[in-house]
């Protein structure tokens, strides 16, 4: 059996002689198997991957765009043909469908190719002043800590990696303690292509590893995805420290359908995609589906008739379209909100239960599950994470748009309708990072994402990601040296 380590220096850290190394289990999500044993780290190992990040940082600092740009590059190369491989392990550790985390991966090796481009032209500025210069520079920031979650490993990765390497910072990343596996094996691959100590993985708990790199002072960037109970937490710690902190928190995106749509059945499909994608445990899901009173009826019968047939099951079989939560933990929350949902007094439409699925004993299966809402009920205020939509009925455009308003987060928004008016005055007024229109999910290379209100702070996945990994250094340079600017003539 497997036992992983921090990658720390460029290769697997040993605890010193002597040390007790405690370790957790990677277990399959589905099956329950054991898969591996993890190193639980703590203090020792962020002091030591922090001190390796810092002693790599001068010479990585100093490696021209072009060194960086081909390095990112192989290391996208080195990804795509390992893909089929950590794609696996992703299905089997967090139990979403191999189809899916196939996906995850081409989006991955997408990231590292888009900065290994965008870097070169991640330019400062300058322009003449009386007898000299004005340049203003761009510089990594330093030491970076990385916190990811675990829905979507390779993804988080590569949000998190490619601009900060791009950029010039070394990195410090701490996986998830449900989806370090595939994280791990990525380290290994790093470290065959950059420099010791330029990447680092400490794996452990988010109390433990996590916490220390939150607090740790060598760290002078923090990076952040996963709750906004936990974001608060790093945003304290940034605050404590002066330390900037990027933050992708959670959402409960208004998905908006207009009585003018064409074509009912197809934006039936996008709106369960939208909300059922990575069953439901995504932090882009439309989860709170606005469907206008006019074709209210028809729309539901479709959704519920088309939410009925999706088949759940093993996430390795290929015919599986909704596979398991990451955790018994994390399903127990999600039957937990089912329960509320029908207690607040929300009309089931379709699903509402656990399914059993064999030869995957250990795995929580939920069928997908929609529920006829109000927007001021719970279940369509909290983020679920989990295969559960709350649809919403809406007559008054205005009145819609204060309801889909009307949440804590901001990150999402999805509009389906014929019109063009609709679109972009719906557009206009959503408080969402991102607004899809007669689509879902579709993040093209270079789409800013993030969100605005409790859904976080900073863009990724777009040329503006790197000023979240660069500060800007002003350099003024005079001919000769002068008089002082401010005096006037002939007063010294
Ligand atoms: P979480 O926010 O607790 O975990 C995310 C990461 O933060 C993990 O790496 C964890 O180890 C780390 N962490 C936890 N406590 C920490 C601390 N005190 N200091 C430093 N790092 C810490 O999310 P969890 O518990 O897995 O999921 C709970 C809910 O959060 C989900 O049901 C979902 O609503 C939301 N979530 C949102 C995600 C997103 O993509 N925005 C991803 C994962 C969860
Ligand atoms: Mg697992």
Redesign the pocket.
């Known amino acids: 059996m497997n036992t992983y380590h921090a990658h720390i220096g460029g290769r697997p850290f040993a605890a010193e002689a002597g040390a007790i190394m405690t370790t957790f289990a990677a277990t399959n999500a589905a099956t329950g198997a054991h898969l591996a044993d993890i190193a639980r780290c703590g203090a020792a190992e962020i002091d030591a991957a922090v001190a390796a990040a810092r002693r790599a940082l001068p010479a990585w600092k100093a490696t021209t765009y072009e060194t960086r740009s081909a390095l990112l590059n192989r290391l996208a190369d080195a990804l795509e043909a390992q893909a089929p491989r950590l794609a696996r392990i992703d299905a089997q550790d967090i139990g979403r469908r191999l189809a899916e985390t196939l996906i995850d991966y081409q989006i991955a090796v997408a990231q590292y190719r888009y900065f290994a481009g965008a870097i070169l032209t991640h330019e400062g500025h300058g322009r003449p002043i009386p007898d000299g210069y004005l340049i203003a520079k761009r510089e990594p920031i330093g030491v970076v800590g990385q ?5 979507v490993p390779a993804i988080m990765v590569a949000l998190k990696v490619a601009p900060a390497l791009a950029a010039g910072n070394t990195i410090v990343l ?5 989806a370090s596996l595939s994280t791990l094996e990525f380290a290994a691959i790093a470290a065959r292509i950059f420099p010791p100590g330029v990447v680092n993985v400490v794996p452990g ?3 433990e590893a ?2 220390a790199l ?1 607090r740790h002072p060598g760290v002078a960037k923090l990076a ?4 906004a ?2 974001g608060r ?2 945003g304290h710690a940034g605050a404590e420290r002066l330390v900037p902190v990027s933050l ?3 959402g409960k995106s208004p998905n908006i359908v207009f009585p003018d749509i064409e074509d009912i059945g197809a934006v039936v499909d996008n709106a369960l995609f939208a909300a059922m994608y990575c069953n439901g445990q995504s ?1 882009l899901a439309g989860t709170r589906l606005f469907v206008h009173d006019d074709i209210y009826r028809p729309f539901t019968e479709a959704l519920a008739g088309a939410a009925a047939r999706i088949r759940v099951g093993d996430p390795l079989a290929a015919d599986t379209r909704l596979s398991c939560l990451v955790s018994e933990r ?1 399903g127990a ?1 999600v039957l937990d909100y089912i329960g509320l949902g029908k207690a607040e007094g929300a009309r089931l439409l379709a699903g509402g239960e656990r399914v059993r699925v064999p030869g995957c004993e250990a795995g929580c299966f939920v069928r997908p599950t929609i529920f006829e809402a109000r927007n001021d009920m719970r279940i369509a205020q909290e ?1 679920i ?1 989990g295969p559960v939509l709350s649809v919403i009925r809406w007559r008054d455009h205005d009145a819609m748009l204060r309801e889909a308003n009307d949440v804590r987060y901001g990150l999402a928004a999805g509009i389906y309708t014929a019109g063009l008016e609709n679109a972009m005055r719906t557009a206009d007024a959503l408080e969402a990072g991102s607004v899809w229109i007669n689509h879902y999910f579709n993040l093209n290379s270079g789409s800013p994402f993030g969100g605005v209100k409790e859904s976080g702070i900073g863009r990724e996945h777009c040329h503006e990601t790197l000023n979240l990994y660069s500060h800007v250094k002003s350099i003024t340079v005079q001919n000769r040296v002068s008089a002082p600017q401010f005096v006037p003539p002939g007063q010294v």
């Open positions: 916190i990811i979650p675990w829905n701490k996986p998830d303690e449900n708990f988010g109390e996590g916490a939150t952040f995805t996963g709750s109970e936990v937490i790093i992708e928190l959670g932090c994390q929350r983020e994470f």
